[in-house]
């Protein structure tokens, strides 16, 4: 059985306490119910040591990490460092880092492989924009991503990640794919995952839908047979509303 996995970005949102106050929050709504699916929040940086002590049900992720495993590079966060913060997960390839930070499918690659080889689980992110689907290119962009970004990993270190297709037309824009739309491209992410590595790896693989995710939308976007969660933005910031997501399973 696939794992069914809520994720909450929560992107630069945020100060410490209130930050606090979500994981609290989502903490005790997760512990109250018994969930069908696995809850994740990735808080900043600078919230992730506070926040694990705060949290039991709930696991943490950070969003990013650098390529590199110490040494001089002012201003970056290892694997290790999060690691040794509490994080267990670690989200890359985000549109907003691929296109603001320029982080090509190549550097992905590194930061994937060093965040395995320090039992750190990606969530890789994967999605085209408006243009590329629209000139129907998306299926080469999302097969380029994660042929080059998922390159040379061994079935072991396969297995430890997690898929987020989030189009970028959908992200904080309010304009959700629709479950069809959702599905197709889940279920090519699935074979092309069959093709890289294993048919057995691919049905295993958690591949979560983002983008305009909310609890109106979430239980016909789950129906759909590849889609297994979500990494949720806006909506991971109302413990309420990110709640309302998991329980739509
Ligand atoms: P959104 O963001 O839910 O606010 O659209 C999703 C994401 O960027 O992960």
Known sequence: MRKKIVAGNWKMNTLLKDGMELAQAVEKLTSEKSNQALVIIAPPFTHLSKVRELIDHVKLSAQNCASEASGAYTGEVSPEMLVSAGAEYVILGHSERRSYYKEENELLNKK??????????????????????????????????????????????????????????????????????????????????????SKQVAEHMSILYGGSCKPSNAEELFANPDVDGGLIGGASLVAEDFMAIVNAF
């Open 112 to 197: 994937v492989k060093l965040a395995l080889s320090k039992r750190l689980k990606p969530i890789y992110c994967c999605g085209e924009v408006l243009e590329e689907r629209e000139s129907g290119r998306l299926f080469d962009v999302v097969r380029a991503q994660l042929e080059v970004g998922l390159k040379d990993l061994s079935e072991q270190e396969i297995d430890q990640v997690v898929i987020a297709y989030e189009p970028v037309w959908a992200i904080g824009t309010g304009v959700v794919a629709s479950p069809d739309q959702a599905q197709e491209m889940h279920k090519f992410i699935r074979d092309l995952l069959g093709e890289l590595f």
